[in-house]
Nanobody, 124 residues
């Protein structure tokens, strides 16, 4: 499994950004793809995830209402649309993948595959 994240950049507070994660290497039918982020000096934290087969999503409370995860099955790509960005959203954002299970996995160790990060910087 290969995951390629891109789309990060510098944006002003209140602005928007869309991250993309191109997935390849195997069929993702029974996989969950997610986004995590890691700010300087902090632990990596869950942001959002989507179940590939049916598009069900779950999102961290800290970004709910501002961040939306989605997937394009034809393009094998997962997106993270971010609006109303705040300075505290500044972090390196990572995409990750795991085989599907019935529980909503939000822990770093629950994901088996990781892409390289993409930097998001929000200026106040």
């Amino acid at each position: 499994v290969q995951l390629q994240a891109y789309g990060g950049g510098l944006v002003q507070a209140g602005g928007s950004l869309r991250l993309s994660c191109a997935a390849s290497g195997r069929p993702f039918t029974w996989y969950v793809l997610g986004w995590f982020r890691q700010a300087p000096g902090k632990e990596r934290e869950f942001v959002a995830a989507v179940t590939w087969i049916d598009g069900n999503t779950f999102t961290a409370d800290s970004v709910k209402g501002r961040f939306t995860i989605s997937r394009d099955v034809a393009k094998n790509t997962v997106y993270l649309q971010m609006i109303g960005l705040k300075s505290e959203d500044t972090a390196v954002y990572y995409c990750a993948a795991r085989r599907w299970t019935s529980n909503q996995a939000v822990g770093v160790t629950q994901y088996d595959y990781w892409g390289q990060g993409t930097q998001v910087t929000v200026s106040s």
